[in-house]
């Protein structure tokens, strides 16, 4: 209980609004207490006189009030707003615009999913403004009203991270099925399909565990009864979490390189054509756009895995509190394969004719009447880069028809399956037919 001498310090409006304020007392755990999890989570901290202290400093006018309750209303206002503050949203939007919201495509499902997922994550995350102060007593015997961490607040602890983790994470997992859904159609080999899945499937893994670790964090552990902030066992913790971001980095790279050896194996390292130059490739050839994010994280990879080593390390020296974090550069670097998502889409368009599953079977009739295939199709020597779009006769139909305005071209019985033999017919006969 707050001694006379304090009680005499407070303003008069603090003092006529005690008796109110006793009311909220049963909200903080303190000594001779047996809180329940949920009575944590309910906690509005550990000092109850802290929170009186805190009242007659920061309202203690009716301006502050006001300011206040204006500040709470604006959070919320910005948490709403956050997906539309999301570096995907535009990207997303015009994707869906130039697609016509043809949900049936199961990359703009996979679009959809992805931007969803992580705007709910940005929505839970702003929310967790609504709680920046948990009232608790230093080592020193001083206040502390505005916590420093996540960790210091259980419910905002709870939501933003035990919670929320779970949409961003989950998010990512499904941008990280992209890659792979557009190399496996590169290779028949069944060695190289159960890599890329078991890769794909072990990089995913790694990634879920973080958020199912974080739930091992009790909200009604962060704080021992006495009201100390349990900074030992929040240590510890990341001590894992950092291992994990370890591991996530290791299998991001093996993923990734699977990708890049399965693309330059089966595809690139075939072709012997040299004509073309890094930016035409990259407008030109789906598959190596995906190639270069592969690049991307592979070349990123000593970074992250240097910081994660270098945070374990610390944790068994007295330099625990050292900060090293690179998050910002983590989070470019896994940006960019799913931005790669919405430019490898937004570049097939360029085409006229899109297979099953966002296959890149395209091809297109320019004023010129020539047949022009924008995958560098047509000027490659490489067998494999032209049975993406010239499937062979004997594939199954899911993997070979060929659709041009809803006729079935490789079933034609005079022009027959516009293979490799048969280009030159093939491209007269969209010619001759373009206009019907």
Not at 53 to 58: A, G, P, R, S, Y
């Amino acid at each position: 209980m707050l001694t006379s001498e304090s009680m005499n310090s407070l303003t008069n409006k603090t003092k006529e609004i005690y008796y109110n304020l006793l009311e909220e007392k049963s909200r903080f755990i303190e000594n001779g207490s047996n809180p329940t999890f949920f009575d944590w989570l309910g906690s509005k901290g550990t000092s109850f006189d802290c929170y009186v202290k805190f009242i007659d400093q920061n309202y203690s006018d009716d301006v502050q009030i006001l300011n206040n309750k204006i500040d709470q209303i604006r959070m919320v206002f910005y948490a709403f707003l956050k997906p539309f503050q999301s570096t995907f949203f535009y990207w997303t939007l015009l994707l869906f615009i130039m697609y016509k919201f043809n949900f049936k495509r199961p990359i703009l499902k996979l679009v959809f999913y992805h931007y969803t997922l992580r705007a709910i994550g940005d929505i839970i995350d702003q929310l967790g403004n609504l709680l920046p102060y948990y009232h608790s007593v230093k080592e020193d015997g001083t206040c502390n009203d505005a916590y420093t961490y996540t960790e210091q607040h259980p419910l905002r602890w709870f939501l933003t991270r035990q919670i929320n983790s779970f949409f961003w994470y989950t998010g990512e997992i499904i941008g990280d099925w992209y890659p792979l859904l557009r190399t496996k159609p590169v290779t028949k080999k069944r060695s190289s399909i159960i890599l890329l899945y078991s890769s794909c499937i072990l990089y995913n893994l790694s990634k879920l565990a973080v958020p199912i670790s974080q739930l091992f964090v009790s909200p009604a552990r962060l704080y021992d009864i006495g009201g100390d902030y349990r900074s030992d066992y929040v240590n510890r913790y990341y001590n894992v979490y950092w291992f994990l971001q370890a591991v996530i980095s290791f299998t991001t790279f093996i993923y990734e390189f699977v990708i890049y050896r399965t693309l330059n194996k089966e595809l690139f390292s075939k072709s012997s054509n040299q004509e073309y130059g890094f930016l035409k490739k990259f407008r030109s050839v789906s598959e190596y756009r995906i190639i270069v994010s592969a690049l991307v994280a592979i070349i990123a990879f000593p970074i992250l895995f240097a910081v994660s080593a270098i945070k374990i390390y610390f944790y068994y020296t007295d330099r625990k509190d050292i900060n090293c974090s690179v998050e910002d550069f983590r989070g470019v670097v896994t940006n960019v394969q799913y931005m790669i998502i919405f430019i490898d889409q937004i570049l097939l368009l360029n085409t006229k004719y899109v297979g099953k599953n966002g296959v890149p079977t395209y091809s297109e009739i320019n004023s010129n009447n020539n047949l022009d295939f924008n995958t560098g199709i047509l000027h490659s020597q490489d067998a494999n880069v032209k049975k993406i779009v010239f499937k062979d006769e004997n594939e199954d139909s899911d993997k070979t028809d060929i659709y041009y305005d809803g006729i079935n071209i490789p079933n034609d019985p005079y022009y027959g399956s516009p293979n490799n033999n048969n280009l030159i017919r093939f491209k007269s006969y969209l010619i001759n037919n373009y206009n019907n």
